[in-house]
């Protein structure tokens, strides 16, 4: 029931930004946290950031300190702000979400009960 829909992929470069953002419908009141996956061609989905409800956050080492995840409840929206992007960042990107909280740590997709399309991130060299 509940879907996931997001904007603000694109193509930018080496040490540019971008905002990711997804936003919840059908009943986004019943998520109690949110996240962001990437998956590169020929490497594994990973978590890259997750919010509960009303905090805590986690973060992937590969992005701590350069993504920043949050979210706006009113509007059941949900972003991630991508600076000083670099190549390897060049993945697809995933929102998703889950009625189970992720207590400020990088849990497995497998936790996840919805997902996003997809929204493709390119940072040229």
């Known amino acids: 029931q509940v879907q996931l829909v997001e904007s603000g992929g694109g193509s930018v470069q080496s040490e540019g930004s971008l905002r990711l953002s997804c936003a919840a419908s059908g009943y986004p009141g019943s998520l109690n946290c949110m996240g962001w996956f990437r998956q590169a061609p020929g490497k594994e989905r990973e978590g890259i950031a997750n919010i509960d409800r009303f905090g805590p956050t986690a973060y992937a080492n590969s992005v701590k300190g350069r993504f920043t995840v949050s979210q706006d409840n009113s509007k059941s929206a949900l972003y991630l702000q991508m600076n000083s992007l670099k190549p390897e960042d060049t993945a697809m990107y995933y929102c998703?979400?889950?009625?189970?909280?992720?207590?400020?740590?990088?849990?497995?997709?497998?936790?996840?009960?919805?997902w996003g399309q997809g929204t493709q991130v390119t940072v040229a060299s």
């Open positions: 998703a979400a889950t009625r189970v909280y992720c207590g400020g740590s990088l849990i497995a997709p497998s936790n996840f009960n919805y």
